[in-house]
């Protein structure tokens, strides 16, 4: 596989350091740019530190559940991925559900991209650009190199009796994982300076090309990136961003665009992909700032009825559907939950409600339920439809009766029936500030007409700080302009 004749960086930083370092035996050739670098661990140790770091990620926080986005995702990643310098690991790649705009790298194939960040691209050749970036990451070693350097500094400061601490900072606001003990996790998402940096963002467009992206990508997505730091800057003083991104803008980074214009050059003859239907299709519907998830730090599910104004809590991995006045939990082989909301006719106790819709006077295991000061009743009956049991129950809230459904299987009666009888007991008012929680908004993707405006969407639009120029930052036309009659872009609804 070609790459650029000049990528190899000077060796003098690196033989000195690996001179120093010889009785260790810690030196080794970067597989992506052929340099001799100063390491600490073999290949094998590179892998089992990003399981364990992966699985301290993962207890920590909340990775965002669709499963096309993430096939769509992982797709494109190991499409990159495979034409890089180390095609022989297995990339895992995670969406994390996180408004904040970042994504970082673990050790041994591990990448994870903020959902917050996805909002902010525009076509797959910037997905491209984003998850070369983080391959490169890997594939050049640089968490690895980051702690080799640190490892030597803090012996050679125990050896002189001198103190010292190696802090990798993270500018990952409201996330977990910049709460995880780990410098891995903590410095790829901070960086790791201004030269590992252009060396992941040439070795990226380099990925992006060789797999059929223009890599011109690279400098759009930066460019998106850095106007949307720049912006946050300005109105909030608050710095940080992608890898803190560059101080000056990319598009008039002297060194940025030399390298990616010969990246671009040597590979002439690459074939851009320029399709972006199912970059759409993937990325419609996305959740766009908070998800209910990460503003209540809830991880069962939940499920909110903002028009009726309740809340339950559906056994663990249950689909939820929903239509104006029901809501129904299911997952195939383990049962179903269905919840309607009923108008109370006439006064009568919840026992007798239940008695009179079922056409039922006996119930197995009739208990009372007084639960966040609403009255209620539940019970198993038979299904006469189908010979087999349900757990049922009502709960009266304001003027109306809520019946709860729930089918039994046979060969799980009793474990089911613990689960549908948890979620009932979880059905409860909404507190006001849920209100807000159960509000999600999302990516909605439109054709531009000739008449469009920014400042007229923003009119409309649900974004409730600086709309207008949120959505020019979504769609790349920050801060002036309009798209062409034509043109995708994204609203938030």
Request: aromatic share 8%; glycine share 8%.
């Amino acid at each position: 596989m070609n790459r650029l004749p000049d990528r190899l960086p000077s060796l003098a930083a690196t033989a000195s350091l690996c001179l120093a370092a010889l009785l260790l035996e810690a030196c080794a050739v970067n597989p992506a740019t052929g340099t001799p670098n100063l390491v600490l661990m073999s290949g094998d140790r590179e892998k089992e530190i990003g399981l364990e770091e992966h699985e301290k990620i993962a207890q920590s926080s909340v990775f965002y559940e669709d499963e096309a986005l993430n096939a769509y995702v992982t797709e494109i990643g190991n499409r990159v991925a495979q034409v890089g310098d180390r095609p022989d690991l297995e990339y895992r790649f995670h969406i994390v559900d996180s408004p904040e705009i970042n994504a970082f790298a673990l050790p041994a194939g591990y990448v994870y991209v903020n959902r917050g960040l996805l909002n902010y691209l525009n076509s797959e050749a910037e997905l491209a650009a984003v998850l070369g970036h983080e391959i490169a990451h890997i594939t050049a070693r640089h968490a690895v190199q980051q702690h080799a350097r640190g490892a030597l500094a803090n012996a050679a400061a125990q050896v002189g009796g001198i103190a010292t601490a190696v802090v990798t900072g993270s500018g990952y606001v409201g996330s977990q994982i910049s709460q995880v003990a780990s410098i891995w996790a903590r410095a790829g998402l901070s960086g790791y300076g201004r030269e590992h940096e252009l060396e992941a963002d040439q070795l990226g467009a380099e990925y992006m090309r060789d797999a059929g992206y223009d890599p011109i990508g690279m400098i759009e997505t930066l460019t998106v990136l850095k106007n949307h730091q720049d912006f946050t800057r300005l109105t909030t003083n608050r710095g940080g961003g992608y890898h803190g991104l560059f101080a000056s803008h990319p598009r008039s980074d002297q060194r940025l665009q030399q390298t990616i214009a010969q990246v671009r050059d040597f590979g002439s003859q690459a074939i851009p992909q320029e399709d972006n239907s199912r970059f759409r299709e993937a990325t419609e519907g996305l959740i766009y700032g908070e998800s209910r998830l990460a503003r209540t730090n809830e991880t069962r599910n939940r499920y909110y009825q903002t028009l009726l104004g309740y809340t339950m809590v559906f056994p663990d991995d249950w689909s939820i559907s929903e239509t104006t006045t029901t809501a129904t939990g299911s997952a195939p082989g383990q049962g179903s939950l269905r919840v309607e909301a009923l108008r109370l006719q006439r006064n009568q106790s919840p026992r007798d409600f239940l008695a009179d819709r079922l056409q039922q006077a006996h119930l197995e295991q009739s208990e009372a339920l007084e639960q966040f000061r609403l009255l209620g009743h539940t019970g198993v009956a038979l299904n006469p439809a189908t010979g087999g049991k349900e757990r049922v129950a009502v709960i009266y809230f304001g003027p109306r009766a809520y019946l709860i459904t729930g089918e039994l299987p046979p060969d799980s009666l009793e474990e089911t029936d613990a689960l549908l009888l948890e979620s009932i007991r979880s059905f409860r008012p909404m507190e006001r500030g849920e209100i807000a929680i159960a509000e999600e908004l999302r990516i909605h993707w439109v054709v531009a007409d000739e008449n469009f405006d920014y400042a007229v969407a923003a009119r409309n639009s649900r974004i409730k700080e600086y709309p207008e120029e949120t959505l020019r930052l979504l769609n790349g036309h920050y801060p002036i302009g309009n798209p062409e009659p034509g043109e995708w872009i994204k609203l938030v609804e």
